[in-house]
């Protein structure tokens, strides 16, 4: 029988679709994609880059590792990281992180990236995993380990790689999660303002559950909480406020950041 956390994977893999139109549909609200200049930082399979590309936009993919199973067609892949891009300030109107930041050895670094490369109406959009979320604490979300979600990463390499066999593979993109109280101060400091689509997106979980979870687990707890009505109760719960639940409750956020009002240097608008 195949393992949870590969069952898991390959899932991540096959939805990437439903994924993929679930980011779309929440940058919709915040920018018009026709023509928009969009850098998606750790594109995996391309999914997202060509709906992105299909609906209008002018996408530059980028991961460390190529794993673009067809050609692009109307957008661009570079191997590199997210950390040093390389690109000229304010040259973009929104920049993805979906499912990323958590896999980034330098979170820090690739934000205050995003804030430098995007114009002063720009958009960013991310999705990561809570780092304090009991939900995460029993069962994190890469391996279904416990405990895991709280380590840092050399601590993630060695229970998940020594000590449980789950994932044997030499490779760079170890996800260490996140606390909200350190995201919100890595967003200050790239100068963005952080607002949460939680909401939307748990409304989305049971129109499109592929969208949002990939674990055999979690789709049978969605099957089941529809059976049981509880498709118009769960979305009535998740909130975007800085509060409790975000915090310390919510396994993912769905997050939108905006540049604050202040004016950074955005001469250079050639990609």
């Known amino acids: 029988m195949m393992s949870s956390h590969l069952d898991t994977w390959n899932n991540y ?34 999914s997202t880059a060509q709906l992105l590309a299909d609906r209008g936009a002018r996408v ?24 040093n891009p390389g690109f000229k300030n304010g040259c973009f109107d929104a920049v993805i992180l979906q499912d990323a930041l958590e896999h980034c050895v330098n979170p820090a670094a690739v934000l205050a990236e995003a804030g430098r490369i995007l114009k002063n109406d720009g ?72 607002s949460f689509e939680n909401r939307t997106v748990a409304g989305y979980l049971f129109r499109e559950p592929d969208a949002v979870v990939c674990s055999r687990l979690h789709l049978k707890m969605v099957t089941i909480f529809k059976k049981l009505r509880f498709d118009k109760l769960i979305p009535a719960l998740v909130n975007d406020r800085h509060g409790i639940f975000n915090y310390l409750v919510n396994p993912t956020w769905y997050i939108i950041g905006q540049k604050r009002n ?10």
């Open 13 to 46: 893999a096959r939805f990437s679709e439903a994924r993929a139109r679930l980011v779309i549909h929440l940058l919709e609200k915040y920018l018009s994609l026709d023509a928009a200049r969009i850098l998606d930082i750790g594109c995996g399979g391309g």
């Open 60 to 83: 530059q993919a980028i991961d460390i590792s190529n794993n673009v199973k067809s050609s692009p067609v109307g957008w661009h892949f570079s191997l590199m990281a997210g950390e």
């Open 123 to 194: 958009v960013l959009f991310m999705n990561t995993p809570n780092r304090l979320s009991p939900i995460n604490f029993i069962s994190d979300p890469h391996w279904h380990l416990p405990v895991v979600s709280l380590l840092p990463r050399r601590s993630v390499i060695l229970f998940v790689r020594n000590i449980f066999l789950k994932d044997r593979r030499e490779r760079r993109d170890w996800a260490a999660l996140l606390s909200l109280f350190r995201l919100k101060k890595l967003f200050s400091k790239s100068g963005f303002e952080m």
């Open 262 to 271: 202040e004016k950074v240097d955005n001469h250079e608008t050639t990609c």
